[in-house]
Nanobody, 116 residues
Framework: QVQLVESGGGLVQPGGSLRLSCAAS????????MSWYRQGPGKERELVAT????????NLLNDVNGRFTISRDNAANTVYLQMNSLKPDDTAVYYC?????????WGQGTQVTVSS
């Protein structure tokens, strides 16, 4: 079955960096577009970025443009989110997402807290 396992979250000071990872299994990873979403406290879940099967970035959230980079390693079945210049407003649970055969799958999420 499809599994998505996120890692790499934690507590970081404003201006710091984190790299999130999402290890995927149960589907043909190289053929799938992958996305990162986030849900901040009291907020709705929002799409942060998508990477196509060909490696192009799509749907990048305006607020993270120039600070976050999505990438993938098809050999490792892993998608990454490099987050730089982090702000307190980036505090959220970050989720990995994929749609396989019209079914949307989510990981368990990884908490990112940006605070001094």
């Amino acid at each position: 079955q499809v599994q998505l396992v996120e890692s790499g979250g934690g507590l970081v000071q404003p201006g710091g960096s984190l790299r999130l990872s999402c290890a995927a299994s149960g589907f043909t990873f190289s053929s799938a577009a992958m996305s990162w979403y986030r849900q901040g406290p009291g907020k709705e879940r929002e799409l942060v970025a998508t990477i196509t099967s060909g490696g192009s970035t799509a749907n990048l959230l305006n607020d993270v443009n120039g600070r976050f980079t999505i990438s993938r390693d098809n050999a490792a079945n892993t998608v990454y989110l490099q987050m730089n210049s982090l702000k307190p407003d980036d505090t959220a649970v970050y989720y990995c997402n994929v749609v396989v055969w019209r079914t949307r799958y989510w990981g368990q999420g990884t908490q990112v807290t940006v605070s001094s």
